[in-house]
């Protein structure tokens, strides 16, 4: 069974920093393989939003509001996405989800994280 495990959120002031990241465990080489990995931030009465996505060659797409200030990158030894957050804004409050694409037998699974909590103060 695939889990994924998230931490890093907190509570910054605006204009700070956050590195977020996500790894996770259940993946066997012989069986499944990470695709791509992202980002999602919901805000309550909102639809969840896609923020980041990284693909397993590294190929990266970002939603324009974060653009230039948030940087999303993988480690595929372990299994692991990173969100670097910089520049951050109020508009980024939100709870951050982790997202992973498995692939095993020709099959795609989605799978994703609790969540972390994301503050950032004015």
């Known amino acids: 069974q695939v889990q994924l495990v998230e931490s890093g959120g907190g509570l910054v002031q605006a204009g700070g920093s956050l590195q977020l990241s996500c790894t996770a465990s259940?993946?066997?080489?012989?069986?499944?393989?990470?695709?791509?990995m992202g980002w999602y931030r919901q805000v309550p009465g909102k639809q969840r939003e896609l923020v980041a996505v990284i693909t397993r060659a590294g190929s990266t797409n970002y939603v324009d509001s974060v653009k230039g200030r948030f940087t999303i990158s993988r480690d595929n030894a372990k299994n692991t996405v990173y969100l670097q957050m910089n520049s951050l804004k109020p508009e980024d409050t939100a709870v951050y989800y982790c997202?992973?694409?498995?692939?095993?037998?020709?099959?795609?699974?989605?799978?994703w994280g609790q969540g972390t909590q994301v503050t950032v103060s004015s």
């Open positions: 259940g993946i066997i080489s012989s069986i499944n393989v990470m695709g791509s």
């Open positions: 997202n992973a694409v498995v692939i095993a037998g020709g099959r795609l699974d989605n799978y």
